[in-house]
């Protein structure tokens, strides 16, 4: 059990990067054919193939966790990062309620009207200065984008304590020009789970984690 009343024992720090920034939409012309003895004219339209920008990274995720936080009254209760872009220093980690945070956005520029672009990208954690001991469930980083959990599937669940090095997930966002926009949110959160002392461990040490989102391929898609 926890007995230094009143000291900081961990402090995890999530920090979300952007490795690629503009990501250029790929499209195809369409072409018919007329058959036939007729004069007929044949009118083509190309759509406007755009730009697919991601933003908004540099964001900084801070949890931190008192002896009573993790006092076995408190088993089970799950504690949750705070937002602290630019503040420097954080109070305690909320509780009981998931607190998720936009880390990047996709977004269109200069699209066409109506016109759906389908692009790809990655997103990697890394554990840049990692904690040691942490058990199954003790520390986890919760990602909410389109498709990151596979085709259909928006959210997707890292254990920290698997993370050796780093760990990928990848999606694909669809975008409606001209101005679509698309977001990949990040949330993380520490289960007090001391039975019997079980997390003692973990007392003062601190971890550092990197998000980096990575662009890919874009398609434009036909229009009706």
């Given at each position: ?14 920090v979300a990067t952007l ?76 509780a009981g309620t998931s ?68 760990s990928s997930a990848s ?54």
């Open positions: 059990m926890f007995n230094k009343k009143n000291t900081m024992i961990l402090t995890i720090v999530a490795l690629v920034a503009v990501v250029g939409a790929t499209f195809a012309y369409f072409s018919t054919g007329i058959g036939g003895s007729s004069t007929t004219k044949a009118t083509v339209t190309t759509a406007t193939p755009g730009s697919i920008i991601i933003s908004g990274g540099n964001k900084t995720l801070t949890l931190k966790v008192s002896v009573s936080d993790m006092s076995p009254t408190n088993q089970g209760q799950k504690y949750y990062a705070l937002d602290t872009t630019g503040t420097g220093e954080s109070n305690h980690g909320v607190q998720m945070y936009s880390i990047a956005k996709a977004s269109v520029e200069n699209g066409g009207e109506g016109v759906t672009y389908s692009c790809g990208y990655t997103v990697t954690v890394t554990s840049t200065s990692g904690m040691t001991g942490l058990t199954e469930g003790d520390l986890v980083l919760e990602l909410e984008a389109k498709d990151i959990g596979g085709e259909g599937a928006n959210t997707k669940t890292i254990d920290l304590a698997n993370l050796t090095s780093s999606g694909t966002f669809s975008l409606t020009g001209p101005n679509g926009t698309s977001e990949i949110k990040a949330g993380l959160y520490l289960e007090n789970k001391n039975d019997n002392g079980g997390q003692n461990n973990l007392q003062g040490q601190s971890g550092t984690y990197t998000i980096s989102i990575q662009g890919g391929d874009c398609t434009l898609l036909a229009q009706d």
